[in-house]
């Protein structure tokens, strides 16, 4: 008799018992027979074998995969400590590796050889290229995820590179030409929107910080708000330095009117504060009205390119303020824009060096023309 297996009598109408033989208490019916215990026929023996092969197989754990660091990753504070936009932004490219990878156990990614497929992947979607590399930039956050609970022993997306051309934007800035621009064709009637522009331009901040920083944080030497986005895991403050500039700006957006109980320092035309995306598409809007754009020139001789300036481009032109205007050094500058001081190096030979140069040389030759 086969270990575990489970017999069962019900007597039927007229006295006669039926037996009914289970693989197991509470596993499928495998025989039946009427009259005596009846002994297992081969064919009850191989039904036996089959449903405890099934009932096995559905025990075994199954295999950890992408899939299952993704719920838990979702899961875990590190996620919930993401901003509402950053969550909303890196689910496209989280689908996008689900549907590729998603099924793929996670021990397949601890061979170096994952690293050819995931660029393979990024070069499959490189028709948009920006997507293709939030998909890398995304997947890297994961494995790291992974990496740092044990369920990895390597990040095979860690070095991999972007190829949006674009991607490069610290050197992108507003010129005091393009606020001019901006101004004019925002008009009085998208005067809000110009506002938020200039108050970036003051401030430095990033669009979440700069929609959400209230009065409250306004200090009598600086605004000091927590970041609503974090650096290594850990929200950090923004904390900008009140220039003479940003003074003369604050005075001009306390006039603005606002709704009863609204204490954002920015407010839409409603006197509401800024829906994000609505925001940067009002700003998006007019700058395309305004015609402003960053020409880029082809160091090898090609023809130059043009890229349009978003919102976050403004944080640049508060750089060169805090270059030209105060006695900070580049590693202070730096840390209030959470740049590196290379960037803000960068920043300062093209925006406020070469410009230095050019006037002072445009000087030396109106000086040679002139008469004595």
């Known amino acids: ?38 002994s297992l026929t081969t064919e009850a023996l191989e039904r036996i074998a089959s449903a405890r092969r099934d009932r096995d197989a559905a025990r075994k754990p199954r295999p950890t995969t992408i899939q299952t660091l993704i719920d838990k990753w979702r899961d875990s504070s590190e996620w919930s400590n993401f901003t509402p936009n950053t969550q ?64 990895l022993r390597i990040n095979v997306a860690e070095k991999i590179a972007k190829i949006y051309v674009n991607g490069q934007r610290a050197e992108i800035i507003w010129t005091k030409d393009d606020l001019d621009f901006f101004e ?114 082809d160091e090898e001789g090609g023809p130059p390119r043009q890229r349009r300036k978003h919102l976050h481009d403004v944080r640049g032109t508060f750089a060169t303020y805090l270059m030209t205007e105060t006695d900070l050094a580049d590693a202070e500058i730096a840390s209030i824009m959470g740049w590196s001081v290379e960037e803000v190096t960068r920043i300062r030979r093209i925006y406020v060096d070469d410009t230095a140069r050019q006037i002072a040389l445009g000087k030396r030759i109106a000086r040679g023309l002139t008469p004595r």
Request: overall charge positive; some cysteine.
């Open 88 to 151: 909303k932004t890196w689910g496209s490219s989280i689908r996008a590796i689900e549907v590729k990878w998603g099924e793929v156990p996670l021990a397949v990614f601890n061979d170096t050889r994952m690293i050819a497929k995931v660029v393979d992947w990024r070069e499959d979607r490189k028709k948009t290229p920006r997507a293709a590399d939030n998909g890398v930039t995304v997947l890297r956050a994961l494995l790291k995820f992974g990496v740092q609970r044990g369920d």
């Open 1 to 38: 008799m086969i270990e575990g297996v489970h017999f069962v009598r019900k007597r039927l109408a007229g006295g006669i018992s039926r037996w009914y033989v289970y693989a197991w208490r509470g596993g499928p019916v495998v025989m039946s027979a009427d009259g005596r215990k009846p």
């Open 184 to 297: 004019k064709a925002a008009g009085e009637k998208d005067r809000a929107v110009y506002e938020a522009v200039l108050f970036c331009s003051v401030t430095g901040l990033r669009r979440e910080d700069l929609a959400r920083v209230t009065w409250a944080s306004v200090g009598e030497f600086a605004i000091v708000k927590k970041a609503m986005k974090s650096s290594r895991g850990r929200r950090h403050f923004a904390t900008v330095p009140r220039i003479a500039r940003l003074d003369a700006v604050l005075e001009l957006l306390k006039v603005r009117s606002r709704v009863s109980g609204v204490d954002t320092v920015l407010v839409n035309p409603r006197g509401r504060p800024w829906h994000l995306d609505t925001l940067s598409k009002e700003v998006a809007r007019i700058a395309k009205l305004a015609g402003i754009v960053h020409i880029d020139v």
